[in-house]
């Protein structure tokens, strides 16, 4: 096992939020790591365009991502890959552990794992993922250019991204699985006016098919009618909403029934020196902004405790 590094912060997840701790607490001239189980950016990775965060009309996620990196990092903070599994308190300390088989010691976790997206748990999502079942557009659109796309979901990212890829697809129907759309007006709007692009309403997929090599369509149920149908598509794309990433947090006591971290405005969980931020918080609304802000907050709150603690 490698030697054990000790910072005054560790800030696990590496995304807008995140890479915000990181910023705010290393100009306070503390110790910082970002810890991720991937590329920083979180889910800005997955995001075609960003059109509601202050500052940019409009800018590609992954674009934001490299900007948020570049100033989360001026500054000394340092980042790290590796799945965070466990996080123990240890004395006045916090012991993180890795899938790596590191560990590392910190005065202070500022947890920012965010969300994943969840599945729809039907036959042949699992036997085609890669092969024309895909939970990222920004990722996979380009593989199905003038090709006949189903989106599965009702709320902004359903509906976003299933507008980007419009501009590759030949057309795009989106699947709702109620009478109407839970994402925003102004999302709605835009879409409203796509001609690329169809709502099927009260429409559940049941099951996804495909040949030997990748998917052909979906098996759908309509809720109001009863009837069962099928749909012929080259890929499907889902957006059925996210779960909080939280399995490695559960010993500490921190977390609402659902999983999601319970703080205070100063994003103070209940176990001192322990933070959360962002999208794994229980918080009224999950965006780039609010992430951010939650961010700013809690890279001070660490500097706090830890002047608190001489
Ligand atoms: P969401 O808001 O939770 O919406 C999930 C959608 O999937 C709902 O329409 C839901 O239907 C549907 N759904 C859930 N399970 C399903 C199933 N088994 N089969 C078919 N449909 C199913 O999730 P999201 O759109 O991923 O957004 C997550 C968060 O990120 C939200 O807070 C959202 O505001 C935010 N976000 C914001 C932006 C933006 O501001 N531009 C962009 C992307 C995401 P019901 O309505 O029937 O429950």
């Known amino acids: 096992m490698a030697d054990t590094k000790q910072y005054d912060v560790i800030v696990i997840g590496a995304g807008p939020g995140g890479m915000t701790a990181a910023m705010y607490a290393s100009r306070a001239n503390l110790s910082v790591l970002m810890l991720d189980r991937g590329i920083y950016g979180g889910n800005l990775n997955n995001t075609a365009e960003i059109a509601n965060y202050t500052g940019f009309k409009s800018i590609k996620g992954p674009e934001l991502a490299q900007q948020m990196y570049d100033g989360a990092t001026q500054f000394g903070a340092e980042y790290a890959y590796g799945t965070v599994t466990k996080v123990e308190l240890v004395d006045n300390m916090k012991k993180i552990t890795t899938d790596m088989d590191e560990t590392y010691l910190a005065k202070t976790v500022v947890i920012a794992t965010g969300s994943d997206q969840r599945h729809l748990n039907v036959p042949g999502e699992e036997e ?16 199905f250019k003038n090709k ?20 590759l697809a030949s057309k795009v129907t989106v699947l709702v699985r109620r009478d109407e759309l839970r994402a925003e007006p102004i999302i709605q709007a835009e879409a409203m006016n796509n001609d ?31 009837e069962d149908g099928e749909m012929t598509a080259d890929g499907v794309f889902i957006y059925v909403g996210n779960f909080p990433m939280t399995s490695a947090f559960k010993n500490l006591g921190i977390l609402d029934d659902q999983g999601w971290v319970k703080t205070d405005e100063r994003m103070r969980t209940s176990e001192p020196g322990i933070f ?8 009224p609304l999950r965006q780039v902004a609010t992430a951010v802000g939650d961010g700013a907050i809690a890279g001070q709150q660490v500097y706090q405790y830890i002047k608190s603690m001489d």
């Open 196 to 226: 690329k692009l169809e709502f099927v309403f009260n429409t559940s997929v049941t099951e996804i098919v495909g040949d030997d090599v990748k998917v052909t369509g979906v098996k759908t149920h309509n809720n109001k009618t009863g």
């Open 128 to 143: 085609f993922g890669g092969r024309g079942v895909s939970y990222c557009a920004v990722c996979d659109g380009a593989f």
């Open 148 to 167: 006949h796309l189903i989106v599965v979901g009702g709320g902004d990212a359903a509906v976003e991204e299933g507008v980007y890829l419009t501009q």
């Open 276 to 283: 959360a931020i962002g999208d794994v918080r229980d918080t």
